[in-house]
């Protein structure tokens, strides 16, 4: 849940290790696919709000993992969903600034809409 480039060390291209394993779940690696798969393909919210995902990206980071089935890349939107949700409320968690809470909100929103619109997108993009 938390294998995104601020936790990775590179070495030139290659990542050379990963730091902060506090919200692995080895309990569902399709899960674990769609959290990281979501960091690696998402926009900065703060730079363009309005393309909160990038097709091209998230095609990228499956093929590196060479691809999914059918059913796993099915599954992947709704998992994609779920990390969305799970992300914000982390950043939300112990946040008393309402700004900050409605931003992050928002910011959700527009991802979740994103996600929803593109999900026969998401999953030809996934298969093998």
Partial sequence: GDF????????????AAVLDWEAVREDV???????AAL?????D????????????????F?????GL???????????LLEAAVAESAFVLEGSPD???AEAQLATTERLASAIRNAGSAITSCLRR
Avoid: C, K, M, Y
């Fill in 29 to 35: 690696p399709l899960a674990e696919f769609a959290s």
């Fill in 98 to 100: 309402p700004a900050r």
């Fill in 69 to 79: 089935d059918r059913g796993a890349a099915e599954a992947v939107p709704s998992l």
């Fill in 4 to 15: 995104h480039p601020g936790n990775l060390v590179f070495a030139g291209t290659t990542v």
């Fill in 45 to 60: 919210p703060r730079r363009t709000p309005e393309a909160p995902l990038r097709i091209g990206l998230l095609a990228a």
């Fill in 39 to 43: 960091q690696f393909s998402r926009e």
């Fill in 62 to 66: 499956a093929e590196g993992h060479g």
